[in-house]
Structures are given as structure tokens and as C-alpha cells.
């Protein structure tokens, strides 16, 4: 159990250091933008990121369950999955939370309390890590499922408009138009 008495007081320092590893994932430009711009609506995605981090680091720090874990990674993981990146680089802000908080401890890191904290929210981490995961992986699921139902319909437009030719798929439409694991409300993300 993390019980997180060195983390919790250094929290704000963690959160700072986490954020900054994060955003170490984001190309050049884009990772200027995220530390530069503050306005969520002018930036939405360091937004999404900056309170998921926050939302994850509470959630570890109060022993949250698998679910509640979860859901406070889900928008991350989200915003990742869209981006279309490859599943190690969408989830490596979750490995940075460790050398984020052995930095923030510092020779505090060295005690007994800080070893067995450490400890704790390593095993939390790698926790994260499976659940993050196997979202990441729900959600491009779910993206690729939406974007091949669009495809099968632009074919069938198409061959209508073309050669009066009515192809339509009556298993194109088995999809629910939600799920709730990864909310991307139908239309193409193409």
C-alpha cells in the first residue's frame, strides 16, 4: 500500500517533473507548445494532460482500485490513442512518473520510508502501466473499427452513385455507435 506521506508533501514538485518527462514524448514544436500555452481551450491537449497527470498522481496516492485508476489515465490514454502513436511512446508518461519521483524525493529516496514508498508506487506504476495499456489498445480497436465502417460506406456510396449498384453491408452496422471503454462517438477520425 502507498500510503504517501514523502510523496504527497512533495507532490507539486513530482507533478512538475512528471510533467516535464511527458512532455518530453511530443516532438519539438508541439512540445514548446505545451509547456508555452496555458489556455485549455487554446491548447487542449496539454490541458487533457496536465489534469490527467494530476488525476492519475491523486488516484496512486489515495490506493485508488483498478477501475477508479483507470478512469483518471482514460483521457490520456485517449488522447494518445487518436494521435496514432505506437503504444510505447502513448504510454511511456506513465514510466516517467518513477524517475520523476525518485527526483523529487531526492536523498529522501535513501531512508527507509522513502525505499518503501518508492517501492509502493513503483508496483502502482507498473499497475497503471497494464491498465493504460490495455485501453490504449481498446481505443485504437475502437478507431480502427470506426474508420473501416466508414470506409465500407464511402465503397457503397460510391458504387451506388457509380453503377446503381447497391452493396450495402448488413453487418457494417453491428457496431454500437459508443463504447464505453473509449468514447469516440461515430464519424471518421481519418
Given amino acids: 500500500m502507498l500510503d504517501g506521506g514523502l510523496i504527497a508533501a512533495r507532490r507539486s514538485a513530482l507533478l512538475s517533473l512528471w510533467w516535464d518527462s511527458a512532455v518530453e514524448a511530443f516532438p519539438g514544436e508541439t512540445r514548446s507548445f505545451l509547456a508555452r500555452e496555458k489556455d485549455r481551450f487554446q491548447n487542449p491537449v496539454g490541458a487533457t494532460l496536465r489534469s490527467g497527470l494530476m488525476a492519475i498522481l491523486d488516484a ?4 485508488a482500485d483498478d477501475a477508479e485508476l483507470e478512469r483518471a489515465a ?4 485517449k488522447v494518445r490513442a487518436v494521435q496514432g502513436v505506437p503504444a510505447g511512446e502513448a504510454l511511456a508518461f506513465v514510466f516517467g512518473l518513477k524517475k520523476a519521483a525518485r527526483a523529487a524525493l531526492g536523498e529522501q529516496a535513501e531512508t527507509a520510508g522513502g525505499r518503501r514508498e518508492l517501492e509502493a508506487l513503483e508496483n502502482a506504476v507498473d499497475r497503471l502501466a ?10 485504437r480497436e475502437r478507431i480502427f473499427a470506426i474508420r473501416s465502417r466508414e470506409l465500407q460506406r464511402r465503397t457503397a456510396s460510391l458504387l451506388r452513385q457509380t453503377a446503381g449498384v447497391d452493396l450495402s453491408d448488413p453487418g457494417a452496422d453491428d457496431l454500437p455507435d459508443s463504447d464505453p471503454d473509449c468514447a ?3 464519424g471518421s477520425t481519418a
Fill in 60 to 63: 496512486l496516492l489515495t490506493d
Fill in 74 to 77: 482514460q483521457a490520456i490514454v
Fill in 130 to 139: 497494464l491498465l493504460a495499456f490495455t485501453s490504449y489498445v481498446g481505443c
Fill in 184 to 186: 469516440f462517438e461515430g
